[in-house]
């Protein structure tokens, strides 16, 4: 700690998630490398994929990369660090470190909720308005759309950093959680910090259920038009196109719902961090496998792909 402006302000943290598990903590260092690595290559899969297949060519699929993407550079942000905190017996951060992880884990994750609403309007296009698709939903609205997402995204990363570590740290310095997320570093301010919170509230909103809500109405309409399909294979292959995304939709909003809405006297708890898991490691896992596992086409492409290898040895060996 140093002096300034009189008051003595905290420069760094100790982030103590896990640390209470002892020498369990290795055994979960082996486990979310496994993870970390599992998501890395299931992601990098699902973009090349639609990278090298002409097939998912489409706004569909380009939303996808870039969700991928996205979720791999979310998980970066905080996976490594822990990877490091679990085999180190000083779990120290700095200040500026800790409002840095904290600015880009907002950011890519305030980006992948707008970005899975994108893809719930993509899908309202292609199949209320299948004729019309191509027009609507052509590649300048498409790179509009993400790049609106992103800009939303760190902007409003940029407001609540902002308005965390514009607060007055003079005291404690254990983060009671395995980073640096909203509540558990403004759980340590030595201030009232009831106004910033209810701003923070309110943001959260914004970034959730206002996403979410769209989502649900687009889906309102998406059924409404499948029950008008006359054929049951048609209403199936319908409802299988949104099956993966709705899936997503609702593990991502549900859990972010779980710990960024809910009032100020049950935050911060060591219960967090399990949820914390979910939405950090296990979501960005989830969503490769949910797109390439419930998708035909994806499935089919990946299949193709695979197979390029091969049929270019059989050719060489013909040659």
Request: glycine letters at 6%; charged letters at 10%.
């Amino acid at each position: 700690m140093q002096g300034f402006n009189r008051t003595i302000v905290v420069t760094q943290f100790i982030l103590e998630g896990f640390s209470s598990l002892g020498e369990l903590q290795l055994l979960l260092f082996v486990i979310f490398l496994l993870l970390y690595l599992g998501i890395l290559v299931a992601n990098a899969t699902i973009m090349a994929v639609i990278r090298f297949s002409q097939m998912l060519h489409t706004p569909m699929y380009g939303f996808l990369f870039i969700l991928s993407f996205s979720e791999s550079c979310y998980t970066f942000v905080i996976i490594p660090q822990l990877l490091v905190h679990l085999l180190s017996s000083t779990k120290v951060i700095s200040f500026v470190a800790c409002a840095t992880q904290l600015f880009f884990f907002l950011g890519f994750a305030c980006t992948n909720c707008f970005l899975i609403a994108v893809m719930g309007y993509d899908r309202y296009v292609a199949i209320c308005h299948p004729l019309r698709y191509t027009l609507l939903m052509n590649k300048r609205l498409g790179w509009g759309l993400v790049s609106l997402s992103g800009v939303m995204g760190f902007l409003i990363a940029l407001v609540a950093t902002n308005l965390i570590c514009d607060m007055p740290f003079c005291g404690p310095n254990r983060v009671n959680h395995y980073f640096c997320d909203m509540a558990p570093v403004i759980k340590l301010a030595c201030t009232d910090t009831h106004l910033k919170e209810l701003t923070l509230f309110s943001l959260s909103i914004l970034v959730i259920m206002v996403p979410f809500l769209l989502i649900l109405i687009s889906y309102g309409f998406i059924v409404n038009t499948i029950l008008k399909i006359p054929s049951a294979e048609g209403k199936r292959k319908a409802f299988a196109t949104c099956a993966s995304h709705l899936t997503v939709v609702f593990v991502h909003y549900g859990c972010a719902s779980i710990i960024y809405l809910r009032p100020k006297s049950k935050s911060a708890s060591d219960k967090d961090q399990l949820v914390a898991v979910t939405y950090t490691v296990v979501t960005p896992l989830l969503n490769p496998l949910v797109y390439s596992l419930r998708n035909q086409e994806v499935k089919t492409a990946l299949k193709r792909v695979l197979g390029m290898p091969l049929a270019m040895k059989m050719i060489q060996r013909k040659i």
